[in-house]
C-alpha cells in the first residue's frame, strides 16, 4: 500500500537512501596505494563529480586509468554547480575534469576548453541527440564536452495491471492514455483494490514537475523559446500549452492523492504499488526490479515511449557531460584531454541503468544480455529526445514552468490564464 512506500524506497534506492560518509566535500583517492611509475612521474587529475549515482560508474572505472593519479571530489548536485560558478568566477583552477548536468552547460560552455583530438570513429558512435547537447553553439558548434550519461525519460508500464483489465496495445496518443488512466483506480475499487491508480504524476515543484510536464507539452509542438545563436525569443504556443495542461491534469486526478507533492521516492514507489503509468528516468529500473523481483521485467512491468500528442513523441534527455575548465591557466589540461577520450572510449565498463551509456555500440551490447532488454528502448527514446532549452537562465525559465504548472493544478488560474501568465513571466526572463 501507498503508506509503505518511502520505508520501502529506503531499502532499495541509492540516489536518496544510500548513507554518505559525509555531507560535504568527499576526497577518494582513485591511485593504488603504491601508484604505477607512470602515475608517480603524472600530476593528479581532479575530477569534480556529482554524488549521485550518475557520478558512481565514472568514479569506478577512473580507478582503471593507467596514465595518472585521478582524485574524484564528490559534491551534491547543489554544491557542484555552486562550487564551479565560484571557481569560474575567481578563475581558479579547483577542477581539471568536470561531470555536469547538461542544463548546466549553456551557462558554462563559452568558459570550457575545446575538444579538438577526439577520434572521428569515437564520436561517430555517440548517438547524434546526446553529441548535440556537448556542442556550443547547440548542435552545430565546437565539441566542449563528451556527453558521458545518457538518461532519457521512459514510460513505465505496469503490464500485470493492464492484463488484469484486459487492456491490450498500448496507447499511442497522451489523450488516449490519460483517458485510460482515469478509469483504474474506479474499476479496481469496484474490484475491492483500493491501491491501485492509473498513473503517478511527479509533481514536485522545480525539476520533477518541469521534466514531467514539458514532455507532453513538446509531444503537441510546443516549445518555450527560440532556438540558434543571438538573442532568445519567446516562442511559447499557448494552444499546445493548454492541451497539454488539461492532460496533466487528467493524469494527476488518475494518480494516487497528494501526488501533486510526490518526489521521486515517492513516484516510483507508487508505480511498485500499483499505479498502472509513470514517466520516469532509467536510475528507477533497479528499485524496480528490487521491488517487483528479479526476472519481473517483461512480466509484471515494462518500458515503453512516451506517447505523441498532435506532433510525434518525445521524451526529455538528461544526460551528463565530460568536460574541461578552461577559466584558469592549467597545465594539465592535455592529461586532461586524453581521460575524457579514455573514459568515453571505455564507457562499456561504466554502463548500467543507474548510468545509461551515450554510445550506440554499449547499447546494444547491454540490451543483448539477458534481462537488459530495456537499454534497446532506452537507445530508442534518446534517439528521438528533446532538450530542455539551452538557456543560461535555465533555473529561472524551469521555476516559471514549474510554479504555472502548478498554480493551474491548485485551481489558482485557468487554463487560459496560465497560458498567458507563463509567456509573460517568459519574457520577463529572456526578452529583458
Known sequence: MLDNRTPLLQTLHPRRWTSRVCTGLLLISLAAIHPSASQAQSPTLR???????????????SRDYKEA???AIRLGYSKLREQLVASRRNKTADFDVILIDDPWFTEFAPSL???RNVPADLLSDVVPASLRLARYPYGTGELRALPFVGNTELLFVRKDIRADFGWTGMPTEWQALASQAKQVAPLARQRGKKGTFGYAIHGESGAPIVSDFLPIYWSFGGRLLSEGEGPKKVLLDEGAFIDALQVYRTLMQASPPNAITFDWSEMTSAF????????????AIPTIEGALGQGSFGDLWEVALPPAGKAKATSMIGNWLLAIPDWAPNPRQAEAERFVVWALANQEKAAYALAPPTRRSVFEKLAA????????TILEALEISTPRDRDENWSEIESAVSGTVKDY???KLEAEQAARTLRNRLVAIVER
Do not use: C, H, I
Request: net charge negative; hydrophobic share 45%.
Open 69 to 71: 593519479r585521478v582524485e
Open 369 to 376: 544480455e539477458r534481462g537488459k532488454g530495456y537499454f534497446a
Open 113 to 115: 576548453l575545446p575538444l
Open 47 to 61: 575530477l569534480g563529480v556529482v554524488d549521485l549515482d550518475e557520478g558512481d560508474g565514472l568514479v569506478q572505472l
Open 272 to 283: 511498485v504499488a500499483g499505479s498502472m503509468f509513470e514517466l520516469n528516468w532509467p536510475v
Open 409 to 411: 493544478l491548485t485551481g
